[in-house]
Nanobody, 115 residues
């Protein structure tokens, strides 16, 4: 059973930064796609960023230029560096791993941006 554990969420003022981590329970070097999604209260879960096995990345328009996704295969960890945070970035952030036909999710970490 694959487990993904997110950490690094918290309360931050607008304009501040946070770094989220997603620790996988297995070696991720062969995992092609890992990503971050978020869900704000009353809204559907939405895509934030994704990174492939060759570290190709893609971002939602709302976070381009502010967020950075990167991975450390030696630590089985994927990170999301979030800069210039806005009130609208407040959400629960989820880590996702796609391996073949399977998709796995973490339990989420809360990010709250205050004015």
């Amino acid at each position: 059973q694959v487990q993904l554990v997110e950490s690094g969420g918290g309360l931050v003022q607008a304009g501040g930064s946070l770094r989220l981590s997603c620790l996988a329970s297995r070696n991720i070097s062969s995992i092609n796609v890992m990503g971050w999604y978020r869900q704000a209260p009353g809204k559907q879960r939405e895509f934030v960023a994704v990174i492939t096995g060759v570290s190709s990345t893609n971002y939602a328009d709302a976070v381009k230029g502010r967020f950075l996704i990167f991975r450390d295969n030696a630590k089985n960890t994927v990170y999301l560096q979030m800069n210039s945070l806005k009130l609208e970035d407040t959400a629960v952030y989820y880590c996702n791993e796609v391996a073949g036909r399977d998709s796995y999710w973490g339990q989420g970490t809360q990010v709250t941006v205050s004015s």
